[in-house]
C-alpha cells in the first residue's frame, strides 16, 4: 500500500534503539536505521508532535523452543542511543514483552494526547516493531511504518514483516516520504 497520508495527531513510537541491541549483528546496517529514526524524531519535535521512546528491560515469562540470547544484560543494556537526542518533552515506555502496549501506559497516554495515528521504527521488524504495530491497529490508531528505519537480526524475518503482515496493519513509506508528509500538512 502507498503511503497515503498522516493524521493531525500523529505520534512516533522508537522501538528499541538501546545500547544492548544496537550492539547486535543485524540484517541492514544499524547507522543508518538509528540515522532515519533520528531525523524522524527531529521532525516530529519540530512539529510539537509526540516522540515516545521505548526501550526493553527483560522478556515475557513463558516456555519457548528457543531459549533467551541473554540471562544477564550488562548495565547499559536498556540505555537509550544517544543519537535519538532523548529529550525531556519524550515520553519513555520500559517494556518487557515483545510490543510496547503490553502491560505499559502507551495506549492511555496516546490516547490521552487525541493520538489516532502512529508511525513505528525500531528493532526487531518481526519481534518489538511487529508486536507494537499489531497492537495499535487493534487499538484503533491509524499505523505507519518507516520500513527504512527498521531492522531484524533476520532478513528473511524483516522481509516477512514487511511484504506480508505491514500491508495487512497499515501504510509503509520510507523515512524521507514520512518527512514529506510532515513538512505538507504544517
Known amino acids: 500500500m ?4 498522516l493524521d493531525k495527531n500523529t505520534a512516533l513510537i522508537v522501538v528499541d534503539l538501546q545500547k544492548g541491541i544496537v550492539s547486535l549483528p543485524t540484517a541492514h546496517p ?15 519535535r519540530q512539529r510539537g508532535l509526540p516522540v515516545i521512546l521505548v526501550n526493553v528491560d527483560g522478556g515475557a515469562p513463558g516456555r519457548t523452543d528457543q531459549a533467551p540470547r541473554m540471562r544477564d544484560f550488562p548495565s547499559d543494556w536498556t ?31 496516546l490516547k490521552q494526547l487525541g493520538v489516532t495515528q502512529v508511525v513505528i521504527v525500531g528493532v526487531s521488524t518481526s ?30 524475518a524483516h522481509i ?3 511484504t506480508r503482515i505491514f500491508p495487512r496493519l497499515g501504510e509503509t513509506g520510507s523515512t524521507r516520504e514520512i518527512i514529506s508528509l510532515l513538512e505538507r500538512s504544517a
Not at 33 to 41: I, Q
Request: charged share 20%; aromatic share 6%; glycine share 4%.
Open 2 to 5: 502507498a503511503l497515503t497520508m
Open 30 to 44: 544499524m547507522d543508518g536505521v538509528v540515522k532515519n529514526a533520528s531525523d524522524l524524531a527531529d521532525v516530529f
Open 79 to 109: 540505555e537509550l542511543v544517544a543519537e535519538l537526542k532523548q529529550q525531556p518533552s519524550d515520553h519513555t515506555v520500559t517494556k518487557r514483552t515483545w510490543g510496547a502496549f503490553t502491560n505499559t501506559d502507551l495506549e492511555a497516554y
Open 127 to 156: 519481534a518489538g516493531v511487529e508486536s507494537t504495530a499489531r497492537h495499535a491497529h487493534e487499538n484503533g490508531f491509524n499505523v505507519t511504518l518507516a520500513i527504512d528505519a527498521m531492522t531484524d537480526t533476520n532478513a528473511d
Open 160 to 162: 516477512n514483516s514487511i
